[in-house]
């Protein structure tokens, strides 16, 4: 069963763009945390979805803390396994929109080894990336990066290595460049959005794709830069 939540505009609660007996998609706010292993938050995506459906849910994968866009919950130990498995496996096809400095090729294979966790050895990582749109305002661009590994902050550590940091990236991108997309811009985030979710439904097996909106604290932003706040993608359930 298939059932399409839309939260109220006064609601504090997450918005959730999929829900049935055995998943939750929510679009995780940038600025909020998955669930309270990685600090001690009392305000994280978890507990919001699980007070929204009045269930215990499951994060399957992580998104960071400045990344909005789609996460997926699982709400029962079976789906939990299941999607795991397909995470780890890179069954599980992931596009980000990032914003990003200057203008990058038209398209391209980033393959370059990165750190699995915050320190220790480099193993193989890959993100592949096309530009959408390069800003007529200002020296930035629109890139939609789609991740073939899940390793931390890869495609942050890989749009760097591009020498097109993320717009916002305290970690890998540029303070004078996020100070000035600040001033100027009123850009007080890191410029990356999960805006499509696509995998095998743990218990049907039919195909599910998601879409993320952009949120506004994004959208506007785009908008000032006469960038796309959207991009078409299919969406739905299927074989």
Not at 95 to 101: D, N
Not at 137 to 146: F, N, P, Q
Not at 155 to 180: M, Q
Request: hydrophobic letters at 40%.
């Amino acid at each position: 069963m298939y059932i399409q939540y839309v939260t109220s505009p006064e609601s504090t609660a997450i918005e959730l763009l999929y829900v049935d007996e055995h998943i939750v998609v929510a679009n995780k706010p940038s600025g909020l945390l998955v669930h309270r292993g990685w600090d001690d938050d009392d305000d994280v995506a978890l507990f919001r979805v699980r007070d929204a459906i009045g269930a215990q849910v499951n994060a399957v994968h992580r998104l960071d803390r400045g990344t909005s866009g789609a996460l997926l919950f699982a709400r029962t130990a079976e789906a939990t396994s299941a999607l795991s498995r397909d995470f780890e496996s890179g069954r599980v096809e992931k596009r980000y929109l990032a914003l990003v400095r200057g203008t990058p090729p038209d398209s391209g294979v980033i393959d370059h080894p990165v750190p699995k966790k915050e320190a220790g050895a480099r193993v193989p990582a890959l993100t592949r990336f096309r530009r959408i749109a390069r800003s007529t305002v200002d020296r930035c661009s629109l890139v939609e990066a789609m991740p073939e590994t899940g390793r931390l902050h890869q495609i942050r550590r890989h749009l760097k290595h591009l020498s097109h940091p993320v717009i916002g990236d305290v970690n890998y991108g540029s303070g004078a460049i996020n100070r000035h997309y600040r001033a100027e811009y009123e850009l007080h985030r890191l410029a990356l959005h999960a805006h499509f979710l696509a995998f095998e439904h743990p218990v049907t097996h039919l195909r599910v794709a998601i879409c993320a909106p952009v949120p506004d604290d994004l959208g506007a932003v785009l908008g000032r830069l006469d960038l796309p706040v959207a991009v078409d993608v299919g969406v739905g359930v299927g074989g």
